[in-house]
């Protein structure tokens, strides 16, 4: 399986409280996401305002995407990167 990450900015999308970011997998291009509050719990974003949760998305975005990167090998599609994520990851 390869996975790469675009390089575009991530989406915010405030309704969700969720940063969306783009994976293509073996040429499939999959929609992921990390929630609010793993950003604000592991990579230090101060609120849910988007752009504290952008500049915590740029402080942990090679760490996110060592973790969502696991998590499509186990699953096999489109992720959302919750807290319990990466406090397995840490453990």
Not at 34 to 62: C, P, T, Y
Request: glycine share 10%.
């Amino acid at each position: 399986m390869h996975i790469e990450y675009r390089s575009d900015p991530p989406r915010f999308d405030g309704t969700n409280l969720l940063m969306h970011f783009v994976a293509v997998v073996d040429g499939k291009t999959f929609d992921c996401c990390i929630s609010a509050e793993a950003l604000e719990d592991h990579f230090g974003a101060g609120s849910a305002l988007e752009g504290e949760l952008r500049e915590a998305f740029a402080r942990g975005q090679a760490r996110i995407r060592e973790v969502c990167t696991q998590a499509i090998e186990q699953t096999g599609g489109a992720v959302i990167l919750h807290s319990g994520y990466f406090r397995v990851g840490d453990a």
